[in-house]
């Protein structure tokens, strides 16, 4: 939850089983239109398999959007949703590095703002995670070249 001019905003996360960030996406409200927004994001983001299972918490949204998107043809049947307290726990120990770096604002002037700063966190996370396709996670020095190339920013 992060706050856009004192109001509540919900950070929706994606990651598969080995810990990569598939997708993310902010958003207003925590109801059933947001969270089949964001699994129809997650699903059909380029490079990434169909799931097989997937676990969420307890939020009563999810159900029915994973329903709504089986009848759309989106997710095929066979889609299993499993809504357990303790499986989100790898996306809750990855969204710590997020939490870290957006406590420093304490809260965002507009919802735009707080948009692009979660993309730039994500992006530079998910490229230390080496989900750049030729760049590997340990090489530093690649990964500040293409941060470079893709912002303009030489890091520090």
Known sequence: MYKVKGQDKYLYRA???????IDFLLAAKRDKAAAKRF??????????????VINVDKNPAYPAA???????KVL???????????????????????????????????????????Q??????MIGKGRVKWLAKEDAVGQALFVNQLFGLVAA
């Not at 990651?15 to 960030?21: A, C, K, V």
């Not at 994973?66 to 759309?72: D, R």
């Open 66 to 72: 994973v329903e709504a998107l089986k009848s759309e």
């Open 39 to 52: 699994l129809r994001r997650a699903i059909e983001a380029s490079g990434n398999p169909m799931p097989r």
């Open 120 to 125: 730039g966190i994500e992006t530079v996370n």
């Open 15 to 21: 990651l598969d089983s080995t810990g990569q960030t």
């Open 76 to 118: 095929p049947r066979r889609v299993a949703l499993r809504q357990c307290k303790y499986l989100n726990n790898v996306i809750e120990q990855d969204h710590r590095t997020v939490k870290k770096r957006v406590w420093l604002a304490k809260g965002y002037g507009s919802f735009q703002s707080a948009w692009r700063t979660l």
